[in-house]
């Protein structure tokens, strides 16, 4: 793991050297997108039933790059975070949405589309998260409880349709991921697969990430990361977490956008409303929202 920090942070330097005395920012390109979605529903004598709610959600996505032969390196930062309330104002809002990503990954070129490659995956949430039973609610996660570290040496393929459309994928034979659960509640109870007291767990294995950014039809743009994780000690069982986003652009200021995020970790177990566990499962969740969207 040691070795692995070592040659990524001695990448990272040498491309910052390289970027210090090559200061052209033609060799840099960059794109992001700002969303707030928003919908209220008020009621007031209202015979057909129903509760007051009010929702809302913020996306922020950004990618730059630095590319000159032989070098390429792209980096992405994803964040979003939503709440709900359902009832009047006396009823508390809810977290809906909450996420923090950054991806970043540099390329050595050494034939044609092909690059040996460091990659780093970082995710965790921005404010603390709850399970609710009833009028109960269970603290389960907060920033950085739990926060995943990917970092692995590999091999990477990577195709530009445009300068902002591209496709890529990443092998990476010597990766190592970390979880935090640095919450002294959390990691006292061992959530998220690390030992009760202990604020980390690692595991070595292999990766591959799979990334697809691409315009479908005209004002519809796709966007999507897989990534497959296994253990060295059990290949045979890969955990998964693939994002996905549709941005319907319907004018330049107003967008719809829908984004999903599926997640298999067989570290995280589940319990049944009694107590008892029956063990890891698929997570999925899905976001649908229209409102305004900056571009640039």
């Known amino acids: 793991m040691r070795i692995i920090k070592l040659v990524?942070?001695?990448?990272?330097?040498?491309?910052?050297?390289?970027?210090?005395?090559?200061?052209?920012t033609s060799y840099w390109t960059h794109s992001g997108k700002v969303a707030l979605n928003f919908s209220q529903v008020g009621l007031s004598n209202w015979t057909g039933g129903g509760d007051p709610s009010m929702s809302f959600n913020g996306i922020f996505n950004y990618t730059f790059k630095f590319e000159r032969d032989p070098h390429l390196w792209q980096n992405m930062l994803d964040a979003g975070y939503g709440a709900q309330r359902i009832g009047g104002k006396e009823e508390p809002f809810k977290k809906s949405d909450d996420k923090f990503v950054f991806i970043s990954r540099y390329g050595y070129k050494i034939k044609g589309k092909w690059y040996v490659s460091a990659m780093s995956d970082f995710r965790?949430?921005?404010?603390?998260?709850?399970?609710?039973?009833?009028?109960?609610?269970?603290?389960?996660?907060?920033?950085?409880?739990?926060?995943?570290?990917?970092?692995?040496?590999?091999?990477?393929?990577?195709?530009?349709?445009?300068?902002?459309?591209?496709?890529?994928?990443?092998?990476?034979?010597?990766d190592g991921r970390t979880t935090f659960v640095l919450d002294d509640e959390l990691s006292g109870q061992g959530a998220f697969g690390v030992d009760p007291g202990q604020k980390t767990?690692?595991?070595?294995?292999?990766?591959?990430?799979?990334?697809?950014?691409?315009?479908?039809?005209?004002?519809?743009?796709?966007?999507?990361?897989?990534?497959?994780?296994?253990?060295?000690?059990?290949?045979?069982?890969?955990?998964?977490?693939?994002?996905?986003?549709?941005?319907?652009?319907?004018?330049?200021?107003?967008s719809a956008n829908i984004s999903t995020q599926l997640i298999y970790n067989q570290d995280i177990e589940f319990t049944n409303p009694d107590g008892t566990s029956y063990g890891s499962a698929v997570q999925f969740k899905e976001v649908l929202g229209i409102g305004i969207v900056y571009s640039f």
């Open 8 to 24: 990524l942070i001695m990448l990272v330097m040498s491309q910052f050297v390289t970027a210090q005395e090559n200061p052209d």
């Open 124 to 174: 965790t949430q921005f404010y603390k998260g709850y399970s609710y039973d009833n009028d109960t609610s269970i603290y389960i996660s907060t920033f950085m409880a739990p926060a995943y570290w990917k970092l692995g040496l590999g091999i990477t393929y990577s195709h530009k349709f445009s300068e902002e459309e591209s496709f890529s994928f990443t092998f990476s034979p010597l």
């Open 201 to 254: 767990e690692f595991h070595a294995g292999m990766d591959l990430t799979m990334a697809f950014n691409k315009e479908l039809v005209k004002n519809v743009t796709l966007t999507t990361t897989l990534g497959l994780f296994s253990r060295y000690e059990d290949l045979a069982v890969v955990d998964v977490n693939w994002d996905m986003a549709i941005w319907f652009k319907i004018n330049e200021f107003l």
